[in-house]
C-alpha cells in the first residue's frame, strides 16, 4: 500500500494540470479507488483532491511570480479555463490574489510534494478479529451529518440525545444478530474523508435479514462479508478515534486487507455512566487485498 500511494503522488506531479484517473491506477496497483482514496486521506491528512490542488497552485505561484506570462495563459497551463477561476482557487491555497502575489512575491502557501514511509512500531498489539457475516441489516434512526475527525460530533450527540429513553429500549429488543448492542454507525463516508463533508449516520441495531423493520424506522441493507473488528477501551471517544486512525497507519500496511465500501460501526460493549471511558468494538467491512 506505501508503494502505491507514493506511485499515486507521482502521479499527481505528472498530470498536475489534468484530471487524474485514481481508478484507472488502482487497477494498475491490484487495489481499488476507495481503498486508495481511504488510505491516502488517513495517512496525509487531507483528501486526494486538496493535496491536488495545493500542488497546482504550488507550481502555478512560481510562474505567477515570474512574470513572464500573462495570467490568462498561466491559468490555461495549469487547467483553468478563465484568470477568474484560476484566481479564486489561488487565492484559497495562498491567502493572497494573483496581482498581489506577482507584485509583491508572496505570500505563499507552499505544499511540499509528499512521500509516504512505513514505520510500525508495534508496541501496542491491536486486538483484532477477522469475521465473515452473512447479510443483515441495521435498522434504528438515521440522519444526515457533518464529518468531525476529533472528539465529540455535536450533530451525532444532539441526534442521538432527541430520542426518548425508552426508544432505545424499543431498539434494543430488535437487534437480533451480531454487532450486538446498540450500534453507532457511519454509511455513505465520502472516501477522502474530508472534514466536514456529509455522512449519514444511524443510531439503532443489527437485525437479520427476516427480521420486519418497523416503518417508522431507517434501515441499511448490508450485503454478505467479511468484517475486521478492532476492540477498543479507555477514554472515550480518544480511544475508539486512536484505533480508528491506528487500522491506516499500522493495521491495513501491515495485513493483506483492504477496505470496500460499506458502512462503519461502533458497538459499545460497556461504558462509564458519564461515557467518560468505553469499551467498544469498530467493525470495518474488508475484503483481501
Not at 487531507?46 to 506570462?69: C, F, I, K, N
Not at 511540499?112 to 508495534?122: C, D, N, S
Not at 478515534?241 to 458497538?267: D, K, M
Amino acid at each position: 500500500m506505501i508503494s502505491a500511494l507514493n506511485q499515486l503522488v507521482d502521479l499527481v506531479e505528472k498530470h498536475l494540470a489534468e484530471e487524474l484517473d485514481v481508478r484507472e491506477l488502482a487497477g494498475k496497483l491490484g487495489t481499488t479507488e476507495y481503498h486508495l482514496r481511504r488510505m491516502f486521506s488517513s495517512l496525509s491528512g487531507m483528501p486526494l483532491s486538496e493535496y491536488l490542488r495545493r500542488r497546482r497552485m504550488t507550481v502555478a505561484a512560481a510562474d505567477v511570480v515570474r512574470g513572464a506570462d500573462d495570467l490568462l495563459s498561466i491559468a490555461v497551463r495549469h487547467g483553468y479555463s478563465s484568470t477568474e477561476a484560476f484566481g479564486r482557487a489561488f487565492r484559497a491555497v495562498h491567502g493572497a490574489g494573483l496581482s498581489d502575489v506577482r507584485r509583491d512575491g508572496g505570500p505563499l502557501r507552499t505544499q511540499p510534494q509528499l512521500r509516504f514511509h512505513l514505520t510500525v512500531e508495534g508496541s501496542v498489539p491491536m486486538d483484532t478479529h477477522i469475521i465473515d457475516r452473512p447479510a443483515f441489516r441495521l435498522v434504528g434512526h438515521a440522519a444526515r451529518v457533518p464529518l468531525i475527525h476529533q472528539g465529540i460530533n455535536p450533530h451525532i450527540q444532539r441526534h442521538i440525545t432527541s430520542l426518548p429513553q425508552d426508544e432505545h429500549l424499543r431498539l434494543k429488543t430488535l437487534g437480533d444478530t451480531e454487532p450486538r448492542g446498540l450500534l453507532q454507525v457511519c454509511d455513505d463516508l465520502d472516501p477522502d474523508g474530508t472534514e466536514g463533508s456529509e455522512l449519514t449516520y444511524l443510531h439503532g441495531v443489527a437485525a437479520s435479514r427476516e427480521t420486519p423493520a418497523p416503518d417508522d424506522l431507517d434501515a441499511i441493507e448490508v450485503p454478505a462479508g467479511t468484517w475486521a473488528v478492532f476492540r477498543t477501551a479507555g477514554p472515550h471517544p480518544q480511544a475508539l478515534q486512536t484505533t480508528w486512525a491506528a487500522t491506516a497507519t499500522e493495521w491495513f500496511p501491515s495485513n493483506p486487507w483492504r477496505l470496500r465500501p460499506g458502512p462503519s460501526i461502533v458497538a459499545v460493549l460497556d461504558r462509564a455512566d458519564d461515557f467518560s471511558t468505553a469499551t467498544c468494538e469498530l467493525w470495518l467491512p474488508v475484503e483481501p487485498a
